[in-house]
Nanobody, 127 residues
Framework: QVQLVESGGGLVQAGGSLRLSCVAS????????IGWFRQAPGEEREFVAA???????YYADSVKGRFTISRDNAKDTVYLQMNSLKFEDTAVYYC?????????????????????WGQGTQVTVSS
């Protein structure tokens, strides 16, 4: 059973930066694809970014060029560096792990593909 714990959320002014962390335990981290999703009040949970087991990265158009996802397999941790934050980035951010990739470069944008989820961390951007 994989457990994921997010941290690093908080309150930041528009234009500022935050780095989220997702620490995994209880499984073979390096073989899993990791995704970041977010959910604003009254909205569906949406894809933000993902990284495959080989390090291939994927981004939502809304965050491309501002957010960077990376992984440190030695620390069983995935990071989401968020720069140039906007008010509309305000949400609870979740990380998720999936192990059904058929090849190492794959990571899904679909939340249903992921098997394990963290509890989330709140990001609030003030305008």
């Amino acid at each position: 059973q994989v457990q994921l714990v997010e941290s690093g959320g908080g309150l930041v002014q528009a234009g500022g930066s935050l780095r989220l962390s997702c620490v995994a335990s209880g499984g073979t981290f390096r073989s899993k694809a990791i995704g970041w999703f977010r959910q604003a009040p009254g909205e569906e949970r949406e894809f933000v970014a993902a990284i495959s087991s080989s390090g291939m990265t994927y981004y939502a158009d809304s965050v491309k060029g501002r957010f960077t996802i990376s992984r440190d397999n030695a620390k069983d941790t995935v990071y989401l560096q968020m720069n140039s934050l906007k008010f509309e980035d305000t949400a609870v951010y979740y990380c998720a792990a999936g192990s059904r990739a058929q090849y190492p470069d794959y990571a899904s944008r679909r939340r249903t593909w992921y098997d394990y989820w963290g509890q989330g961390t709140q990001v609030t951007v003030s305008s």
